[in-house]
């Protein structure tokens, strides 16, 4: 069984409440401190059954290591965004994306966040996790593109980024 570090812990707390509230969160941490824990951990304090943990393909042994260690009451399926348009289930009640700044072009969306958005879609709004050590790395634009999937983020009274 894995501790948490106490700023984890806090984190945990109110990111938990966060997501309750609104049905996402961004964990916008430093590298090397843990986000995907961090974000397995409130995973586990949610009603989640199954839950999808998109990543990049170097990391999904690590991922799955984690959450062989934390041992949650969820299952969880780890992939990489490369082969997103595998999915087909409509099953999962949390979606975590890691490395979510690679969702973020500009001006118009990548195909791996349109293939989240369809995902969230297809899987009646789950609870959604983004991740990212550097979550705005060229823009704050980019930030549009990395959220416009989530049915309850705060630019979803605009058609696109420009209106915004």
């Known amino acids: 069984m894995i501790k948490l570090r106490p700023y984890q812990a806090d984190i945990v707390k109110q990111g938990t409440a966060i997501i309750k509230q609104h049905r996402f969160l961004y964990l916008a941490m430093e590298v090397r401190t843990g986000k995907t824990l961090t974000s397995l951990s409130i995973s586990g304090l949610l009603p989640v059954r199954n839950l999808l943990f998109i990543t990049k393909k170097k990391a999904i042994s690590s991922i799955q290591d984690d959450y ?41 969306p990548s195909l791996r966040s349109k293939l989240v958005k369809t995902l969230i879609k297809i ?42």
């Open 123 to 164: 899987n009646h709004d789950p609870y959604v996790i983004l991740l990212s050590g550097t979550p705005t790395p060229e823009s704050y634009s980019q930030m549009y593109h990395q959220v416009y999937a989530i049915p309850n983020n705060p630019f979803k009274h605009h058609k696109n980024f420009y209106k915004f």
């Open 68 to 108: 062989h260690k934390l041992n949650p009451d969820f299952d969880i399926t780890v992939i990489n965004y490369e082969s997103l348009h595998k999915i087909e289930s409509s099953l999962f009640q949390m979606i975590i994306c890691d490395e979510a700044h690679g969702m973020g072009a500009y001006p118009k």
